[in-house]
């Protein structure tokens, strides 16, 4: 298997990721309420990475916190990966030496309303309105700052 798999692997729904969320909430007491449905939407994330072969932005600084905490159990998430993806599915923050292109965020936002529907509120929560109405008409706001994942063979490497 690898990222151009057309299916959808069912690991990334039935992974236990219990550990990470108690990992989260330990750390961010106050966002236990509502992590639930954050690592619901983390896991829509990954679905979307499978089959895809251009970069794909991750707009959530709240989300992107349970993916940086899962990767900290990194035995884990690369088996994690290896299950859903065939391969280790990087995070990159966008800078010089790792440019997640500009693309990348409207491509998630395209990608999540054909698969799920209306990005939910989740996403947006962490962001300044006008950055969320601007992300919602499928504009890239100026000054916003995401991660995301490139493609393995498209990674650059410093």
């Known amino acids: 298997m690898d990222m151009a798999t057309e299916a959808e692997p069912q690991h990334i729904w039935d992974a236990d990721l219990g550990y990470v969320l108690r990992h989260v909430e330990s750390e961010f007491p106050d ?20 089959g895809e072969t251009r ?16 990767m900290l159990f990194t035995p884990q998430y690369r088996t994690f990966c ?3 993806f065939g391969v280790f ?3 990159l923050p966008r800078t010089p030496d790792t440019p997640v292109p500009d693309h990348a965020v409207t491509r998630f936002i395209e990608r999540y309303r054909a698969r799920y529907g209306e990005v939910p509120d989740l996403w947006f929560e962490d962001l300044a309105p006008e950055m969320a109405v601007a992300l919602r008409r499928g504009a890239v706001p100026a000054g916003m700052r995401w991660s995301g994942w490139i493609p393995p063979e498209k990674a650059v490497r410093s």
Do not use: Q
Not at 34 to 43: G, I, V, W
């Open 89 to 91: 599915a990087d995070h």
């Open 31 to 50: 966002s236990a309420p509502r992590n639930a449905a954050r690592l619901l939407e983390l896991r829509r994330f990954f679905a979307l990475l499978v």
């Open 55 to 70: 970069p794909v932005g991750m707009i959530s600084p709240t989300i992107d916190r349970i993916w940086h905490t899962f």
């Open 82 to 84: 290896e299950k859903a």
